[in-house]
């Protein structure tokens, strides 16, 4: 399994979303200037790459279950 590329894909995806999640939490807890000028686009980045790993998670379902 973690040989798989598709696999580590979905993982790092998956790392990315939780990594982006993290740094708008992490703003909204701090405010000032980079929370003003990066808050919204870290939040609409996060619904982009959450998209990206529910795409990549439910292929990698789909291909594993035989199409």
Same mark, same amino acid.
């Given at each position: 399994?973690?040989?798989?590329? /598709?696999?580590?894909?979905?993982? /790092?995806?998956?790392?990315?979303?939780?990594?982006?999640?993290?740094?708008?939490?992490?703003?909204?807890?701090?405010?000032?200037?980079?929370?003003?000028?990066? %808050?919204?686009?870290?939040?609409?980045?996060?619904? /982009?790459?959450?998209?990206? %790993?529910?795409?990549?998670?439910? /292929?990698?379902?789909?291909?594993?279950?035989?199409?």
């Amino acid at each position: 399994m973690t040989s798989d590329p /598709l696999f580590i894909l979905v993982i /790092l995806a998956c790392v990315a979303v939780f990594a982006v999640l993290i740094i708008g939490v992490g703003s909204f807890a701090k405010s000032g200037a980079f929370h003003k000028k990066y %808050a919204n686009k870290l939040m609409r980045l996060r619904v /982009l790459l959450q998209f990206v %790993a529910i795409a990549l998670i439910m /292929l990698y379902i789909w291909l594993r279950n035989g199409g």
